[in-house]
């Protein structure tokens, strides 16, 4: 029995100030990138003041905490219990029972852990009538989106236990799923119908294995692979994500080839919303309520109008919505109606609409509480049953006691507390200045000035007008607006004048940032805003942050924390980059998808087997609750402001591309070993 | 059993106790071995596995990296030059032999390897004393039909082996820089965990990490004191949690010193003169450049060298904790684990990767009771992959609380 040493008071509270303060820093030097980059991006190039500042402000400090948190309970709690049921299990059990607990562990992570809430939220410009079956995915079938994701995911991880268990290479798993996603990719691409989901198919992939799991299966992975192996054993445990995010893909795309026959066909949207479409239209919808509310959520003018068929219903339907609160919710769903106006109405609609006085609507921003406590709920969800069936695994069945209870306690706890209040600062301060970044990219490369809002002025007095004169000699009119205690002057156009009822309406609306002219290089800016935010966004992901420390101990210090966590922000920037060029360029995903991983696969097999596992690995844990939000924004502006509908496909070449960087780091590395021992002097001479 | 090549000639031998204890009592036979430690670039693993298996010893294999400086000239012609560490994966390669055979052994495995080239990698031997089911076998016949040159002229003796356990991350490189600075050798560091001050402290030892860097440096045994006693200075060891360090004796080996990568001057290196004068001078003493009686003075009481002993254990995960509660009972603490892999002579399979190599610096007065209690609690009658070793390590400097 070791004699209890009693640390004083005053020493303890500085051991434990120092402790923290270690961690806090770390955090607050790995999010400093990608706040200042959002900040500087916003007021300085897109020069547009910052809104809620003490509201994002106050996220960013809970999004610091919550990293320092939730990565310390890791290190504590999660990846010693994983490691040690790791370790313990193939002492105790058969293969066959290791791989029925690798399919429950991974099926349920993903369950706990589902990120098709983000994936629906990259949906959400989806258009029923372009990708019917893509959107009855999301929508109808959800459930079985998320079984099929949920069912991949622990096939991979049964499959990756089995591996270590073999001391089977992780080279012929690559070599053979990557190639059969490959080939049924480009099958896909040749249907205009099943080519709609290979953006989703392979962003599921993407974004499973959360912050959470990634972890977890690391260390369980790395226990099996030392305990079960014999012989020459490995200390990798290595290749488990990568498995993790290829099956789901699989299984998203047999269940797309299995849904196909029940969607309708893809059309144009006046067909789509026309009496004569409606018996298939209906097939995704259900009733004509819902239906209608696409046509207004998602459709244009053109849709709305073969929905009605009938002039007069659709205008009264329009000269309604302010009036009705009900239909307004009914065509309209959460969408306020201001909104609706700047962001889905047509010119023509808003010309309509412009003699109605819209009341103001009440827009309350998410509450502080509510926010921290619907992210506590999703967070225990998380931590809570993966923590719980480990402990019943090495608890109940395979007896064994734990060494350090109270430290695995307090790191679950740590891992619950700051996944909370990460998920929470993310909600209410990243996300939203990612958001309010993103919404205003779209300046950079339009040529015409966008319509942001309007504002209706009564008893409008001509008398207040006054002329000007500029250097040409061009005569323009003017009156000055009171705003918010200012003075501004705004041009007077005669059409905006009803005489009769003396109403003028100034349609405010926002210049391009770089005028008419140069949309060229406001697409170079928006491609390195890109690069940058997943360059930024990834150094933060708190599993990535996991995986280089484990990458760091195992190697022995050789390949540094920090090296990887550079070389994989890299690779996420070239990738960010690159779908966003997707989406700007509307290039089909297949075209960039295919490339990235046909070069992956001769990269793969020049290159070591340990460095090859991490290599695919890190593609796996990117994307993550810190990146996700941030690209989704970005993504869904720039779609929106081009009209396009497929928002997918982004997180995919995210993921791809850290692993070619990767594997080309490892290529240098081992290229530098090799050069290490040859004779001193063959090397030196400048 | 004394060390032939401690310098001060200490009377008292713990191992030498532990050995008279064991003999009379009968039930475990101690076996007189030479303990090879072979450091190697990993892309010369596959090869060195390859013989070792064919000569049918036991080995223990650990993951490691090994530092050397790379100086480079400031770009765009700046006066000066740039100086950063390098770290290149290395194999640790563990196997006791016989002693008889074990300098054919050594050169065995120089000529495979081609350690006589600098930047290979580093080997070196120990005479030790090991309990465990069998004396170390060597298959004689592959051995005898290897026929490597004798390295006689550049294996050294008269070395020391001395161990840094760091318990704050990343101080390695630091230590590995001084070490490199003041010329001594290519530092090795491999990873370990110890939880000793740790498991006294209750929730509170959160606040210090388990894992520990453990820096290994082979340098002249005329100079490991003041060298020491620099490296204590500069990792600040003599502050309480900070780590501790001790050396071994080396009966011979074959330093890697190829210490600096960079642009060359001069028609040979710096570490060619040097090896070449170790030969004219047969030995390291001629490298004597520190006063060891100025350092002690200076040192004053508080870093005293301690007489110790180095147990090691090597056993699988499940029964490590086992042994070390037995030390601990006797008043053996500070035990470092590692990870180590085995290879068993022509055998595919059947042996667990999940070994661990406990080292513990036990003080000298205790040695004879922990061994015994270790023994007692040893399963090294049963599994052929168990050992235990005892060497004397005349100087480890331990603080205590």
């Known amino acids: 029995m070791l004699k209890r040493i009693k640390v004083p008071f005053r020493d303890a509270t500085m051991m434990l100030s120092e402790y923290a303060w270690t961690r806090i820093f770390d955090q607050i030097k790995s999010v400093a990138f990608i706040i200042i980059y959002l900040i500087v991006f916003q007021t300085l190039i897109l020069r547009v003041p910052l809104a809620n500042a003490l509201a994002t402000a106050g996220g960013i400090a809970l999004v610091v905490f919550g990293l320092a948190f939730f990565l310390e309970g890791l290190v504590l709690g999660l990846m010693p219990l994983g490691e040690r049921v790791g370790v313990k299990l193939p002492t105790r059990v058969g293969i066959a029972i290791i791989a029925i607990f690798g399919l429950i562990l991974g099926f349920g992570a993903t369950l706990a852990e589902p990120a098709i809430s983000a994936l629906r939220t990259a949906g959400s410009t989806v258009t029923a009538w372009d990708s019917p079956l893509l959107f009855m995915l999301l929508d109808q079938y959800t459930e079985l989106l998320v079984l099929s994701v949920g069912i991949g995911v622990g096939i991979a991880v049964s499959l990756g236990m089995f591996r270590f268990y073999f001391n089977l290479r992780i080279k012929p798993f690559i070599l053979t799923i990557i190639p059969i996603l490959l080939v049924l990719t480009v099958w896909f691409s040749l249907d205009k119908t099943l080519s709609a989901l290979i953006g989703l198919a392979w962003d599921c992939g993407a974004v499973t294995t959360g912050a959470v799991t990634v972890p977890l299966v690391l260390a369980l992975g790395i226990g099996v692979s030392r305990a079960a192996s014999k012989g020459k054993g ?406 929106g402001a081009l009209n396009i509908s497929d928002g997918f496909g982004v997180l995919a070449l995210a993921s791809a591309y850290p692993i070619i960087t990767v594997l080309l780091f490892g290529l240098i590395a081992q290229a530098k070993q090799r050069r290490s021992l040859t004779t001193q002097n063959t090397e030196e001479n400048d | 059993m004394t060390n032939e090549n401690t310098s001060k000639g200490k009377v008292f031998s713990p191992s030498r106790t532990v050995w008279r204890t064991q003999m009379e009592k009968g039930i475990y036979t101690p076996h007189r071995v030479s303990h090879i430690t072979c450091i190697v670039n990993a892309l010369l693993s596959e090869k060195l596995s390859v013989f070792l298996k064919d000569l049918g010893v036991i080995v223990y294999i650990e993951n490691g990296r090994v530092e050397r400086e790379i100086v480079k000239p400031r770009p765009f012609n700046l006066p000066g030059e740039i100086s950063k560490l390098q770290d290149t994966p290395v194999d640790v390669f563990r196997l006791t032999v016989p002693r008889e055979n074990s300098k054919e052994v050594v050169n065995c495995i120089i000529e495979l390897t081609g350690l006589d080239i600098p930047g290979r990698g580093t080997i070196f031997s120990q005479d030790l004393m090991e309990f465990s089911k069998e004396p170390p076998s060597i298959n004689l016949n592959f051995l005898s039909s290897q026929t490597p040159k004798d390295f006689k002229d550049i294996l050294l003796n008269k070395l020391s082996y001395v161990i840094c356990v760091l318990s704050i991350p990343h101080s390695s490189e630091m230590l590995s820089k001084v070490a490199l600075d003041l010329g001594i050798c290519v530092p090795f560091v491999t990873y370990g965990t110890g939880n000793y001050l740790r498991d006294q402290m209750g929730l509170i030892r959160i606040t210090i990490s388990a894992d520990k860097e453990i820096v290994h440096l082979v340098m002249p045994e005329h100079d490991s004191e003041s060298i020491i006693r620099i490296l204590i200075e500069h990792g600040h060891l003599d502050r309480p949690g900070m780590g501790f360090i001790y050396q071994t004796p080396v009966s011979m080996g074959l330093l890697d010193t190829h210490l600096k990568i960079g642009s060359q001057k001069y028609a040979a290196s710096i570490e060619q003169i040097i090896a070449a004068i170790d030969q004219l001078k047969s030995g390291t003493s001629w490298r004597k450049r520190l006063d060891t009686d100025q350092q002690n003075k200076k040192a004053g009481k508080s870093m005293l060298p301690q007489d110790n002993c180095e147990i090691s254990i090597i056993s699988e995960e499940e029964r490590i904790d086992m042994l070390r509660e037995a030390c601990l009972k006797v008043g053996a603490t500070g035990a470092i684990t590692s990870r180590v892999t085995p290879i068993v002579g022509n055998d595919e399979g059947g042996i667990a990767s999940n070994m661990i190599r406990s080292a513990i610096s036990v003080p000298a007065n205790i040695t004879d009771n922990v061994v015994d209690k270790l023994l007692e609690a040893s399963t090294i009658k049963d599994e052929i992959t168990d050992h235990i070793h005892v060497l004397d390590s005349p100087a480890a400097y331990v603080h205590s609380l």
């Open chain 1, 234 to 639: 490995t200390s990798s445990g290595f290749g488990v994500v990568l498995l993790a995010s290829a099956f789901p893909v699989l299984a998203v795309l047999i269940l797309g080839l299995i849904l196909n026959s029940k969607s309708p066909d893809a059309t144009t949207e006046k067909e789509f919303f026309s009496p004569a479409g409606r018996e298939k239209a209906l097939v995704l919808f259900g009733t004509e309520e819902k239906l209608r509310q696409h046509a207004f959520t998602h459709g244009s003018e053109e849709g709305r109008r073969a929905f009605y068929d009938d002039e007069e219903t659709y205008t009264n339907t329009l000269l309604s919505i302010q009036d009705d609160e009900n239909l307004r919710s009914s065509l309209l769903g959460t969408l306020t109606l201001q909104s609706w106006i700047v962001n889905n109405a047509s010119d023509s609609e808003r010309g309509l609409l412009s003699g109605v006085e819209l009341k103001e609507d009440k827009i309350s921003s998410a509450p502080f509480g509510k926010t921290i406590k619907e992210e506590g709920i999703a967070g225990a969800r998380a931590v809570i049953p993966l923590s719980l069936l480990l402990l019943l695994v090495l608890l109940a069945f395979l007896r064994e006691k734990l060494r350090y209870k109270d430290e695995v306690a307090l790191g679950i706890f740590f891992t619950l507390i700051g996944m909370t209040l990460l998920t929470s600062g993310i909600k209410l301060g990243l996300a939203s200045l990612g958001g309010e970044v993103g919404a205003q990219l779209p300046r950079a490369f339009a040529s015409e000035e966008k319509y942001i809002d309007r504002i209706v002025i009564h008893n409008f007095d001509k008398a207040l007008l006054y002329n000007t004169i500029d250097h040409t000699g061009t005569q323009k009119t003017y009156f000055n607006l009171a705003e918010d205690e200012k003075i501004k002057p705004v041009e007077f156009l005669e059409s905006r004048y009803d005489e009769t009822d003396r109403v003028y309406e100034h349609i405010i609306t926002q210049a391009p940032l770089f005028g008419s002219q140069l949309t060229v290089l406001g697409i170079i800016l928006v491609l390195l805003f890109a690069f940058g935010m997943g360059y930024g966004a990834t150094l933060a992901e708190p599993a990535l942050n996991a995986l280089g420390m484990t990458v760091e101990s195992i190697t022995v210090g050789t390949i540094k924390r920090k090296q990887i966590i550079q070389v994989v922000s890299v690779g996420v920037g070239i990738g960010i980059l690159l779908g966003i060029s997707r989406i700007l360029f509307d290039i089909p995903l297949v075209w960039l998808i295919v490339p990235s991983y046909v070069l992956l696969i001769p990269l793969t097999i020049i290159s070591d087997d340990e460095f090859s596992a991490i290599a695919w690995d890190s593609g796996g844990v990117t994307t993550g609750p810190v990146t996700v939000p941030l690209v989704l924004a970005m993504g869904l502006s720039i779609g």
